[in-house]
């Protein structure tokens, strides 16, 4: 059994993306009120099992989803490592509110042997697997994306110290994407704020490849992706359209390539991935003890 907890995107995103793919999928009792008044997934509501007990949910499951907010995923990892619960954790990200705090993480997680992933799914889109094949041929790519964020978003999605943020909430996509594209590839970047918008662009490099990332908070949505002179997609979003209310959530199909990943590879996100992606964090938010 997979167990979800957050009722946000953990409800729309994760619960909707496994039960849709037949999945023995569960989560909090609590959050089927908040499912009921979504119509895009009532035809789901009987395929998922609603469990009130927190903790007798997670001593039955294979895998335990986190998708809560950084501050209480990061608690709530810890609390199931030490116990030996939950068998392998999906950590939302960013891993923890802070990039020091998520090396802390990675390391009690590895010092307990325990399995973990995170679902970085620009890596998952119908396009990456297009990105990845041009850049090992030696292409020149180029990204574009921008967001105008909702005035009604959770306080913390806009806070930089509780994991939230243009860096940590947005653009470390865009990090986890040029560490798997292009692994040990040379970066170069820059973060500006101009009048309340935050613009940051990251540029990987090696040999023979070069992808060059951008991405802007509080502009129109906007999404683009181009390969020499071949644009691979332009959209409002990397997901494609931005749903309408009642509509599924566009991040489903790469949530569920996501998950099939994991079934079909034993360690498909290694530990030296995700120490790179909290290095270059670390790095790109001036925190120079954990680059």
Not at 40 to 50: C, F, N, Q, V
Not at 86 to 92: K, R, S, V
Not at 175 to 195: C, D, F, K, Q, Y
């Amino acid at each position: 059994m997979i167990f979800v907890v957050g009722g946000g995107f953990g409800l729309y995103g994760h619960v909707a993306a496994l039960a849709e793919e037949g999945a023995d999928v569960a989560t909090l009792s609590r959050y089927r009120p908040i499912a009921v008044e979504r119509p895009e997934l009532a035809s789901l509501i009987d395929r998922i099992r609603w469990i009130d007990d927190l903790d007798a949910a997670i001593a039955e499951a294979d895998m335990v989803v986190l998708a809560r907010n950084p501050v209480e995923n990061a608690l709530l990892a810890r609390k199931l490592a030490d116990a030996g619960t939950g068998g392998q954790l999906i950590i939302e990200k960013p891993l923890a509110a802070t990039p020091g705090e998520a090396r802390a993480l990675e390391e009690y997680l590895a010092a307990r042997g325990r399995a973990w992933a995170t679902p970085y799914i620009l890596l998952d889109c119908d396009w990456s697997a297009a990105l990845r094949s041009r850049l090992k041929a030696g292409a020149i790519a180029t990204l574009r994306w921008s967001h105008e964020q909702s005035p009604r978003v959770r306080a913390w999605k806009a806070d930089p110290g509780q994991g939230g943020g243009a860096l940590a909430f947005y653009f470390i996509h865009c990090v986890a994407l040029a560490e798997a594209t292009m692994p040990g590839a040379t970066l170069r970047w820059e973060h500006r704020s101009e009048e309340g918008v935050d613009h940051l662009s990251l540029i990987a490099s090696d040999t023979h490849a070069t992808l060059d990332l951008s991405f802007t908070l509080g502009a129109p949505a906007a999404f683009s992706l181009t390969v020499g002179a071949e644009t691979l997609l332009r959209a409002p979003t990397p997901f494609g359209a931005i749903p309408r209310s009642g509509e599924q959530d566009p991040r489903i199909p790469t949530l569920q390539r996501f998950y099939r990943s994991l079934k079909r590879q034993a360690d498909p996100q290694p530990r030296a991935f995700h120490s790179a992606i909290i290095r270059h964090w670390a790095a790109m938010a001036g925190d120079s003890t954990n680059a």
